[in-house]
Every structure is written in C-alpha cells, then in structure tokens.
C-alpha cells in the first residue's frame, strides 16, 4: 500500500497557482482557465509493508507550455530540477498539474466523475517517464492532478455536504465558489507495462477542513465573454 501524503505548504503552493492559471490572464492567451505544471520534491519513508511518499513542496514550472486542455513541461526544466533537488537532499517524486474547467463547459457531476481523473495523454506521458522502469532511478512516481471548477449557477451556490473523500485517493473540497478535487496515484512500471498501485492520498490541512477558515472571494465569468473569468473579493 502507498501514502501520498501531501505538507500543507504543498498543498497551497498548488492553491495558488491552480487559482493563477485559472483566474489570470497570461500572456496573449484567448481564455482564462489554463493548465499549470508542477514537480513534487519530499521524501520516501518505507515499512514492510507500506511506502510513505511526502510530498514536501511543489515546483511549478515557468517553462511549461499552458494552455486550456492541455499543458506540455519541457524535460530540460525536469532534469535540472531534479539535479538541484536531489543535490538539497530532496528527492524527485512526480508531478502535478491542473483540470480546470469553468461551470459551462462540464456539469459538477462530470467534473466529479471524470474531470478528477488521468487523461490518456496524462497516462502516456507518465509512461514515457520512466526509463527501463526506473522513474529517475526510483521504482515509482507519484502524480497529483487538481481539478478546479467554478460554480456560477444560483443553483450550484457554495455547497460543501461533498466535501471529502470520494475514494481512497481523492479528496473533494470547496474554496471561494469552486469545487477542487485533489487526486494523488502512485506508478510503477514493469516489463514496459504502466501499473497503477494501491495508493491513499493524506493530507492534515484538507482533512481537517482547514480551508474552509480561509475567505477567498469568488470566481465569475466577466459578463460576455465565454471563457475570461474574474476573482471578486
Ligand atoms: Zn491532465
């Protein structure tokens, strides 16, 4: 069995950046909503029988090509980072990027059943990442994707009663008024073939429904455009 235990710090430096590339205009880019790509850096404790993957802080990438639907690292950003870590005495376990989805385009249901989950795209690239089934000379990686939906309808006002979580590893939780699904997987790869293993996705902050203490305004569509969103406070 496999922990993914994400730190608080972790998990807000994933806050805010899901929240900057879904509520921030970048660049010449036509639609709010992006995809962010980040890397996860911690540290591996294992029993006999469990592997506990602590996800101490996240790296987003500057150079990833963002985009809504998709997002696209760049393997030079991932080597030299791994380098810088592992020479800090951290070690590289994954990565995590974003779904976000604004309330037209997928119903709450759908985001929770299959906007929380992998893309094949997703599953590929993770794929590519190992190397003779050694994830950088590691028997398995760790990746998160966070998805992030606004809820614009009068009848989808903040509503928290699904807040938790939805299986083992992934956690539904509500911030501003936005529904945000955390999920962590943790692979291996044997003989060539991708393999997910069993894997509970830990986190004190949203267990403890910490993030509800927190006000963040809200998110809405700018009135006439589709796909351009704004924060209000
Ligand atoms: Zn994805």
């Given amino acids: 069995m496999h922990y993914v235990h994400f730190s608080k710090p972790a ?8 929240f900057e590339a879904f509520v921030v205009k970048h660049g010449n880019k036509k639609r709010h909503a992006i995809e962010f790509y980040g890397l996860l850096f911690g540290h591996t404790e294992e029993t006999s ?3 506990h993957h602590h996800v101490d802080f996240v790296s987003i990438d500057s150079s990833a090509d963002m985009n809504g639907g998709w997002v696209q690292n760049n393997e030079d950003a991932t080597f030299l980072k791994e380098q810088f870590a592992y020479g800090a005495g951290y070690d590289f376990l994954g990565s995590i990027h974003t779904h976000p989805y604004l309330s037209q385009e997928m119903t709450l249901p759908e ?3 299959s906007g929380s989950h992998f893309s094949d795209s997703d599953l590929q690239n993770f794929h590519e990442q190992f190397s003779e089934d050694s994830f950088f000379g590691r028997p398995f990686s760790v990746h998160a994707v ?4 606004n809820k614009d309808d009068e009848s989808e006002r903040q509503r928290i009663e699904r807040d ?3 299986e083992p590893n992934i956690f539904e939780f509500s911030l501003a008024n936005c529904k ?3 999920k962590a997987q943790v692979f291996s790869c044997k003989n060539g073939v991708l393999k997910r293993e069993d894997t509970s996705l830990k986190s004190d902050y949203l267990e403890k429904f910490g993030y509800l203490e927190g006000s963040f305004g809200s998110v809405k569509l700018v009135d006439g455009k589709q796909r351009i969103v704004e924060h209000v406070a």
Avoid: E, P
């Fill in 11 to 18: 998990l807000v430096q994933s806050l805010m950046n899901g």
């Fill in 164 to 166: 938790g979580y939805l």
């Fill in 49 to 51: 029988r469990t592997v």
């Fill in 146 to 149: 966070l998805a992030i939906r």
């Fill in 180 to 182: 945000c699904f955390l």
């Fill in 111 to 113: 985001a929770r059943t």
